[in-house]
């Protein structure tokens, strides 16, 4: 097998590189992303892998298909930015559904800590022999109300946290599992009655903007939001308004919804033309880092491992693991020959 790698960093090189060992494929890193300008040099190999947001559109598909390419592999869980429905038929596309649920969790709870305690601040003040303490007062989390929206593989890990850290959980998920020790209410409950909230459900149409307006007149004053899900859970117009109104204590953000274009990125030397980054980027009380959550070496060498193993099996078995699958919406089992039911 032949593959291309897209939006590809050293990082992915290292632990593709050390994984492939074991599966002998030919890799090809490129370290631009996958767009309708680019995927002509998909041409003569087999598959693709890609990240999340290289967005896979249906022109970027059909062209996929007509270059020969038969499978789609995302090096990630989430599998919004791809046109999945147009892909049925055309190309098999595959994830990695669970990688390191401890990375995402235990991040976004370093999210909490710093934002909470400030570390950040103390750290910078400290470099600069400046000891004073002043302004960087936090609160306990023991005893506090965490809101948990969306209780899978993230979310039970960071529940797990929590819970150490002696915090009240409340949860909600559309799909509420009933093996979990954890408190479920409704949405309204959860924004009333959280100090914090935490995102861990998938973006989905029903899920987009989540947190918006009116969600954010739910909640009680000086909440702090955190985000290590995806961007498009928030409308980051009305969570800037929420900070200017000091409605919203903080904010943790991994994730943002027009991040494509920065993230993973140095623009150190170059101006940020995104109004809502530059703003939100301005706000003490608001943290963000650029989509790092996955990144420890445990999730890399997963990725990576499974990735290899998902192409492993389309090219061996007569079901694929782990396909996103548009027409039977089911992760796992789909039959190779599109033409027998998945
Ligand atoms: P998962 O599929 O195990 O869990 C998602 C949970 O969300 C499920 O329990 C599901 O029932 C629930 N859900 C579905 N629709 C919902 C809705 N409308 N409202 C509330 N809950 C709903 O996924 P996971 O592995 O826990 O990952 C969660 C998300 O984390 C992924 O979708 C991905 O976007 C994100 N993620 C981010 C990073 C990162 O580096 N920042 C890394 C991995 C995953």
């Known amino acids: ?11 992915d090189i290292d632990s593709f590189e050390k994984e492939n060992r074991d599966f002998n494929y030919k890799l090809k890193f490129l370290d631009f992303k996958l ?10 190999y087999d598959a693709v892998c890609v990240f999340v947001n290289d967005i896979i559109t249906e022109p970027i598909i059909t062209r996929l298909h007509e270059l020969g390419i038969k499978i789609i592999a995302l090096r990630c869980a989430g599998y919004n930015n791809i046109d999945f429905k147009s892909a049925f038929n055309k190309v098999h596309v595959v994830r990695v559904p669970s990688y390191s649920p401890y990375a995402v969790a235990e991040h976004a709870m370093a999210l909490i800590m710093t934002l ?20 960087l007062m936090g609160f306990d989390l023991y005893k506090k109300n965490i809101g948990v929206i969306g209780t899978g593989k993230i979310g039970q890990k960071f529940i797990d946290i929590a819970n150490g850290f002696g915090m009240n959980v409340l949860a909600y998920d559309k799909f509420p599992n009933t093996n979990l020790k954890v408190t479920y209410c409704d949405l309204d409950t959860l924004y009333r009655e959280s100090d914090i909230i935490s995102l861990h459900c998938p973006l989905l149409k029903e899920t987009e903007h989540i947190i918006n307006r009116d969600s954010i007149k739910k909640m009680k004053d000086g909440v702090m939001i955190i985000n290590t899900s995806r961007g498009g859970l928030i409308d980051a117009k009305d969570l800037i308004n929420g900070l200017k109104s000091r409605k919203i204590g903080s904010a943790g953000l991994d994730v943002y919804e027009e991040e494509a274009e920065y993230f993973f990125e140095d623009f ?26 996955f990144l420890t070496n445990e999730a890399l060498k997963n990725i990576a491992n499974t990735t290899l193993n998902n192409i492993k099996n389309f090219k061996d078995k007569e079901y694929i693991d782990n396909e996103v699958c548009y027409q039977c919406k089911q992760f796992g089992k789909c039959s190779k020959d599109e033409k027998k039911p998945c």
């Open 116 to 135: 909470n305690r400030k570390t950040h601040k103390a750290y910078n003040r400290t470099k600069e022999s400046n000891f004073n303490i002043g302004g």
């Open 268 to 293: 150190s030397n170059d101006m940020i033309s995104d109004d809502k980054l530059a703003r939100l980027i301005s706000f003490p009380n608001v943290l963000i880092t650029s989509h790092q959550a």
């Open 35 to 44: 767009t309708i300008e680019t995927v002509e040099l998909a041409k003569g």
């Open 1 to 11: 097998m032949k593959i291309v790698f897209y939006d590809s960093k050293q990082y």
